[in-house]
């Protein structure tokens, strides 16, 4: 499936190419003005052709989702825009390919849903630098505070604007917490038991960028370091795209979903401790079917990028970023108490499947101590 990065010139063309009608935008109840978004496709598009879906949270739950449908098929919009962070794109992607399927929203099963049509043309649209979202074919959605994700090539945007002035409005705390889901989605793509050639490229390539401007972004940001930031993010989403994400997303969601800490934050709490605990990989609980000198390469290789010359030192380094950008790590500060909890539902995701190393609870709630 193709992915296209376009530009704000070429969304025009698209739109006439396909001979809309309507057109369906997906945005943030608050950001779509704020980023200075409404402004750009005012001037593309006639606000009487747009149909505007925004009735949902920051972690969508799934009868918001089906509610976005609904309204997507009886306005039968002929192209879907998503203008957003990854929330925003992650809810039109869901609305599109639940749209194309072959049943009644009244017979919607999660359990049972195969995605077997495509959707309609999607343009993503990022307005934080983080998610990747616009550059992954799956989709996160929540029921009862248990996270859910579709996972299938139909589900990959058609086009990508990536547009840095569309995040000069974020706040310095999303900005820090955008910037370190972006590290820490490419620092588990590049550990993951799922890496090729292509994403290792995709993931150094992000971290390179990401490293060089974090700090600088949130606390002096200018429009060459958000743009260089938007561009790592994106070279994130292209990454955990091929490999998937590991055991810190799986250890973020149920922190997400009960103590509503936002994801960037939720995702970096323990991406220290454990680059640590894949480090001390052994034969015995090596995940990787190309073993644990390949393991330990990898994790080697992320010192590297990080200029340092232990895991320890990495580790540090970490969290002397995120006190410069004025985010904790530590949980006691958050009021995150039931770490049983967390460390049950961690070893329930998927994603804790793709971490090099095995992991059993008792291993996981001294990580969740530390």
Known sequence: MNNLLISFNDLEVIAKSVKYKKIFIVTGKESFYKTGADR??????????????????????????????????SEKCDLIIAIGGGSVIDTAKLINVISAQDFSIKDFDICSFNVKNKGIPLVAIPTTSGTGSEATQFATFYINNN???????????????????????????????????????????Y?????????????????????????????FPNNKNRNIMMQAAHFSGKAINISRTTLCHAISYPITSHYNIP????????????????????EHDCNDKRGVDFVKKKIDDINKMFKCNSTKDTKIKI???????????????????????????????????????????????????N
């Open 191 to 219: 550990w993951s038991i799922n890496s090729n050639t292509n994403s290792l490229k995709f993931a150094r390539k992000s971290i390179e960028l990401g490293l060089n401007v974090i700090e600088s972004v949130v606390n």
């Open 319 to 369: 969290e002397k970023i995120m006190n410069n950008i004025n985010v904790t790590y530590d949980l006691k500060k958050l009021n995150i108490k039931n770490i049983d909890l967390i460390a049950d539902e961690c070893l329930k995701s998927n994603r804790a499947n793709n971490n090099p190393r095995t992991i059993n609870k008792k291993e996981l709630l001294l990580i969740l101590k």
């Open 263 to 282: 994801h960037g934050h939720a995702v970096s709490l323990t991406i220290g401790k454990v680059l640590e605990y894949n480090d001390n990989i052994t």
């Open 147 to 189: 996270k859910h994700s579709v996972d299938h090539q139909f589900v990959l945007p058609s086009y990508v604007i990536l547009h840095s002035p569309l995040t000069h409005s974020i706040s310095k705390f999303t900005t820090a917490i955008t910037a370190l889901d972006t590290l820490c989605q490419s620092i588990e793509s």
């Open 40 to 73: 750009i496709i005012e001037k593309i598009i006639p606000k009487k052709k747009i149909v505007f879906f925004n009735d949902f949270t920051v972690n969508p739950q799934i009868k918001e989702i089906l509610n976005g449908v609904n309204l997507f098929k």
